[in-house]
């Protein structure tokens, strides 16, 4: 800091401190304005302008020097100088004063704090990048952060001066009348019908404020297509796509007795029912039995075997799908109430959807559309894949002939359930993953407890390798991928693609309508899942961040809720407790933040660990493998993450998923009955680990002593002795808390 920057920061904290140190906030009250009012209005009628002139400087020092008041000051304003000249003293006084505090903030901060608080500035820097103006004039007009804030935080971005100012004085405009109004009926001193009117105003205004602003949002984006739009609406709502999101949203819509049509192109459920998590984990079921079989001495019996054909498993999946799909069925949803349109729909206005279907086009015009257009499987362009041919996600249900040697590119959820699954089935299993381990978004430990279990089930996992071409020659199929500088050769017969999913956004009128995409190439939406059409919402896989069933359900509440009541109430999207589970062997589940984010974000937290090999129903199953590790706030029970591997993870997660929710802490969970011997115990262990972590040595040694005093084997003062010197011994009583733990509840339920 240079030493201009350093006297303003000098001269700045002590006007500051100053103000508190004299306590000068007591002036700052109505009731002092009050005893003083005969004096000022005095004053003011024998020297209107350097009563005015020392308001006005007043003022202009409170707001740069970021001193609370300025809603008492307004209102003194209007008291003494009425509506007119109070409006015009306090709008260009609290302009000027946010300006002096938006420079001192970008001249003492914005460089040290960009540096340190870049991500959490990352919003504001963003929508002062897209539309600064309308940005910082939405923050005046609706007051989401207190005045001051913004005039700090505006001074940490890029936004010029003079745009600041008058933006800032106009945004404020409305909102100094109504105070100055109300100070002049406070300036009277009686409850009085204007008085009641003001505060009225006070209550209100920012709902109104916000509601005009939308109003000119929504008219700037509407703008050129004002002459496309239809006098009345076919439909309250079109849905563009039928996986779990678009079925969710129909069924919404439906049941509140919406008219509502559901376009799909292909099949009915989406991704979920046809190629995702419902054939996946019919195949995954299989493939378990298959390696219980395989275990079969662990469980006493001496010998099992099973033959199968691929084929008959695959059929097997194919039957799973059948019976699970009248559940999407057109049929199902029909009865509901819902229109389903099979052909593929294009955006062709804000309120117009055509369709394209067997019997020819359709247009449909829609009071609001819900995009829920899903995803795909990224396929990489890696060169020669084409050519040696390949599965994704989508396509290896087709598969009825097992692969004697399978590479799989990818070790995220998808690649890793199908590893497995496949090399259960017999195939010889390559993984190959560019990444230094599987799984990258769980714990490093989490990582190396699927890699171990797959390892010891004969899968050749390679990490650290990018695959960078593929080749074919002599009839055989090789993957040639750089492991440390050096390519390493892979034989396989078939190869499945597994690196990840792409929304959907292309084909059906983004581009045409302007609506964003962001980088993560979801479909660009606010907080209420509205993309730049307030009428036209995203939901599911195509939105984000999240591409999960549930969520996309979880979303289309939203969407749904707010497209059709969103006149009267919206509701911002809730992704505090998402929970997820990759059901590898081990199961891996996850709610909350694990370690690695907590580091990342800065969070600080306290780690539990209860080891699942230490839990009686896990050692009777034979599944004595994997753990419960429960983040939270150092000091408290309160949960910030629970991440659980072993078996029925999946299963497990859901009692925290509940808790986190509900904002309970690991002493509910502990004080909650669970049934004995069963894997949900595990839950309750690990909250007890919890709390006897939160036992000092001193506590412990109070209690040794008071029952020793209560068989008489010591006296009273050694009690005393032991509470004196309890605060002095904050260590935790135990090293090895699990199995003390586990043993003392052990000991409870037998």
């Not at 960009?114 to 309308?134: H, M, S, T, Y």
């Not at 703008?223 to 006098?231: G, H, S, T, Y």
């Given at each position: 800091m240079n030493k201009t920057r350093l006297l303003i920061a000098v001269v700045l904290v002590a006007a500051v401190a100053a103000f508190f140190v004299f306590d000068l906030n007591e002036y700052l009250s109505i009731e002092y304005f009050q005893m003083q009012r005969a004096k000022v209005d005095a004053y003011y009628v024998q020297y209107p302008g350097q009563t005015a002139a020392v308001f006005l400087l007043a003022y202009v020092a409170m707001a740069a020097l970021s001193i609370p008041g300025a809603t008492i000051l307004t209102l003194v304003g209007g008291a003494i100088f009425g509506l007119v000249v109070g409006t015009i003293l306090v709008s260009f006084a609290s302009a000027i004063g946010a300006t002096l505090a938006f420079l001192a903030s970008r001249l003492l901060l914005r460089d040290?704090?960009?540096?340190?608080?870049?991500?959490?500035?990352?919003?504001?820097?963003?929508?002062?990048?897209?539309?600064?103006?309308?940005?910082?004039?939405?923050?005046?007009?609706?007051?989401?952060?207190?005045?001051?804030?913004?005039?700090?935080?505006?001074?940490?971005?890029?936004?010029?001066?003079?745009?600041?100012?008058?933006?800032?004085?106009?945004?404020?405009?409305?909102?100094?009348?109504?105070?100055?109004?109300?100070?002049?009926?406070?300036?009277?001193?009686?409850?009085?019908?204007?008085?009641?009117?003001?505060?009225?105003?006070?209550?209100?205004?920012?709902?109104?404020?916000?509601?005009?602003?939308?109003?000119?949002?929504?008219?700037?984006?509407?703008?050129?297509?004002?002459?496309?739009?239809?006098?009345?609406?076919?439909?309250?709502?079109?849905?563009?796509?039928?996986?779990?999101?678009?079925?969710?949203?129909?069924?919404?819509?439906?049941?509140?007795?919406?008219?509502?049509?559901?376009?799909?192109?292909?099949?009915?459920?989406?991704?979920?029912?046809?190629?995702?998590?419902?054939p996946s984990k019919a195949l995954i079921r299989s493939a378990k039995l298959l390696s219980h079989i395989a275990r079969s001495r662990e469980f006493g019996i001496d010998q099992a075997s099973a033959k199968f054909d691929f084929a008959d498993i695959m059929e097997r999946v194919s039957r799973v799908i059948k019976q699970v799909e009248p559940h999407d069925s057109v049929e199902r949803y029909e009865a509901l109430g819902v229109e389903c349109i099979a052909g593929t729909a294009k955006i062709t206005s804000p309120w117009t959807v055509e369709v394209e279907t067997a019997e020819g086009r359709r247009a449909l015009t829609t009071k609001s559309i819900a995009i829920a257009a899903g995803a795909r499987p990224f396929v990489p362009p890696i060169p020669g894949l084409d050519q040696v041919g390949y599965l994704t996600s989508d396509t290896v249900w087709d598969l009825r002939e097992l692969p004697q040697r399978l590479v799989v590119l990818g070790g995220g959820p998808i690649g890793c359930e199908l590893t497995q699954a496949f090399a259960r089935f017999g195939s010889h299993v390559t993984q190959v993953e560019m990444l230094p381990r599987l799984m990258v978004r769980e714990d490093p430990e989490v990582s190396q407890r699927v890699r171990e279990r797959f390892v010891a089930e004969g899968i050749d996992v390679k990490l650290g390798h990018k695959a960078v071409r593929f080749e074919m020659g002599d009839g055989v199929r090789r993957l040639i991928a750089e492991h440390e500088g050096k390519q390493v050769a892979i034989e396989f017969d078939q190869v499945l693609v597994a690196v990840g999913r792409a929304p959907n956004t292309r084909g059906y009128g983004l581009e045409e309508l302007g609506i964003n995409v962001t980088q993560q190439k979801t479909v660009e939406t606010d907080d209420y899942l509205q993309t730049l059409y307030p009428n036209i919402y995203a939901c599911?896989?195509?939105?984000?961040?999240?591409?999960?069933?549930?969520?996309?359900?979880?979303?289309?509440?939203?969407?749904?809720?707010?497209?059709?009541?969103?006149?009267?109430?919206?509701?911002?999207?809730?992704?505090?407790?998402?929970?997820?589970?990759?059901?590898?062997?081990?199961?891996?589940?996850?709610?909350?933040?694990?370690?690695?984010?907590?580091?990342?974000?800065?969070?600080?937290?306290?780690?539990?660990?209860?080891?699942?090999?230490?839990?009686?129903?896990?050692?009777?199953?034979?599944?004595?493998?994997?753990?419960?590790?429960?983040?939270?706030?150092?000091?408290?029970?309160?949960?910030?993450?629970?991440?659980?591997?072993?078996?029925?993870?999946?299963?497990?997660?859901?009692?925290?998923?509940?808790a986190m929710k509900q904002n309970l802490g690991l002493n509910k969970i502990l004080g909650t009955i669970h049934i004995y011997p069963t894997l949900a115990e595990a839950n309750k262990y690990a909250a007890g680990v919890w709390k006897r972590s939160t036992v000092t040595q001193g506590q412990w040694d109070v209690l040794t002593t008071y029952q020793a005093w209560r068989r008489g084997a010591g006296g009273?003062?050694?009690?005393?002795?032991?509470?004196?010197?309890?605060?002095?011994?904050?260590?935790p009583a135990y090293a090895d808390q699990s199995a003390q733990v586990h043993g003392a509840l052990h000991e409870a339920n037998a």
């Open positions: 040290w704090v960009q540096k340190k608080f870049g991500d959490r500035l990352a919003p504001v820097n963003a929508g002062i990048e897209k539309e600064g103006a309308f940005y910082l004039f939405a923050l005046r007009l609706v007051p989401l952060f207190p005045f001051f804030v913004v005039n700090l935080v505006m001074g940490l971005t890029k936004i010029r001066t003079w745009t600041f100012y008058w933006v800032s004085q106009l945004g404020m405009l409305a909102g100094t009348i109504v105070y100055v109004y109300a100070g002049i009926k406070l300036g009277e001193f009686r409850i009085s019908a204007g008085l009641l009117i003001a505060f009225a105003l006070l209550g209100i205004f920012p709902l109104v404020a916000k509601k005009v602003l939308d109003a000119i949002k929504a008219r700037k984006v509407y703008a050129k297509w004002n002459d496309k739009r239809p006098a009345s609406y076919d439909y309250n709502l079109v849905v563009i796509g039928a996986g779990s999101a678009g079925l969710v949203s129909a069924y919404i819509a439906a049941a509140t007795k919406a008219k509502v049509a559901l376009i799909e192109k292909h099949k009915m459920g989406g991704d979920c029912l046809n190629t995702g998590c419902v599911g896989d195509v939105a984000g961040p999240y591409q999960f069933t549930h969520t996309a359900s979880h979303q289309a509440w939203y969407a749904a809720v707010n497209a059709l009541f969103g006149t009267f109430r919206k509701y911002k999207a809730d992704y505090r407790v998402i929970p997820w589970a990759t059901f590898t062997d081990p199961e891996v589940a996850r709610v909350g933040l694990n370690e690695q984010e907590a580091a990342e974000k800065k969070i600080p937290y306290t780690t539990t660990v209860y080891g699942i090999d230490d839990l009686d129903r896990a050692i009777t199953d034979g599944e004595a493998d994997g753990f419960v590790k429960v983040l939270t706030a150092p000091g408290t029970d309160k949960i910030l993450g629970v991440t659980i591997v072993g078996e029925h993870a999946g299963d497990l997660i859901a009692e925290y998923v509940l009273l003062g050694a009690v005393l002795r032991a509470l004196l010197s309890m605060s002095g011994n904050k260590r």
